[in-house]
């Protein structure tokens, strides 16, 4: 037992707050987490939350601007480790699920800026091009 506490420390989940041994040299980036799922349930929550403070919800019909970064290519952009991801797409998959590999998330309103899930649609590479 003397030999646990020289290596390990107790220390509490960040997400479910239950306690468990760490050891005392490994934490990730400040951050506590039981299991991985935990930590990737928490990053999840953590996009969520920063996602939704850069949309002003309102009509349902109506676009929803993306308040927050914007790359080059005019599109929304939700920062994220290690690859930025675009808030079009990423409220696509929020609300509707996965996009199928091979296909485009698009704009029906033809406004890159809008993140509303009643707006984006996907389609073939084909379809896209047409779209735009």
């Given at each position: ?16 707050s ?25 990053i999840l ?7 939704w ?80």
């Amino acid at each position: 037992m003397e030999s646990q506490k020289k290596y390990f420390r107790k220390v509490k989940c960040n997400y479910c707050s239950d306690f468990f041994l760490r050891e005392k040299k490994r934490g990730l980036n400040g951050h506590n987490f039981c299991s991985r799922r935990h930590y990737g349930d928490w990053i999840l929550g953590n996009r969520v939350k920063r996602f939704w403070k850069h949309v002003p919800k309102g009509d349902k019909n109506k676009c929803w601007k993306w308040m927050g970064n914007v790359g080059t290519n005019g599109y929304g952009m939700l920062a994220a480790n290690p690859v930025p991801l675009a808030a079009h797409r990423f409220s696509y998959e929020l609300h509707k699920g996965k996009i199928p590999f091979g296909l485009f998330c698009m704009h029906n309103c033809a406004t890159p800026l809008c993140v509303n899930p009643k707006h984006l649609s996907v389609g073939t590479p084909k379809e896209n091009s047409v779209e735009s």
